[in-house]
């Protein structure tokens, strides 16, 4: 079974920096592509950054292009979302996503790209 188990969530002031983590059980990490979702208060779940499977590709949501970086070791089973330059309207949940199928094509930015989430981590940006 897929796990997947987010931290590094907490309280910035605008400016700032935070460090996501995601660590991955349950099968062969370095197959697969990973990705960043957020959902900020009565808003819907909204892409972020993904990765895919060798590292190689990474896509941004415009917004954050420049200010996150998303990477990943997979002799760690572990991807990560660097956020720098933090604003308040980057405050929300931060969720972890897996799809069920390894390799294929690495362009995957919709929420039914997606099949396995973690627990989310919260990221307040305050002013």
């Known amino acids: 079974q897929v796990q997947l188990v987010e931290s590094g969530g907490g309280l910035v002031q605008a400016g700032g920096s935070l460090r996501l983590s995601c660590t991955a059980s349950g099968r062969t990490f370095s197959s697969y592509d990973m990705a960043w979702f957020r959902q900020a208060p009565e808003k819907e779940r909204e892409f972020v950054a993904s990765i895919s499977w060798s590292g190689g590709t990474t896509y941004y949501k415009d917004s954050v292009k420049g200010r996150f970086t998303i990477s990943r070791d997979n002799a760690k089973n572990t991807v990560y979302l660097q956020m720098n330059s933090l604003r308040p309207d980057d405050t929300a949940v931060y969720y972890c996503?897996?799809?069920?199928?390894?390799?294929?094509?690495?362009?995957?930015?919709?929420?039914?790209?997606?099949?396995?989430w973690g627990q989310g981590t919260q990221v307040t940006v305050s002013t």
């Open positions: 996503a897996a799809p069920e199928r390894a390799y294929g094509s690495s362009y995957k930015v919709a929420l039914h790209d997606y099949d396995y």
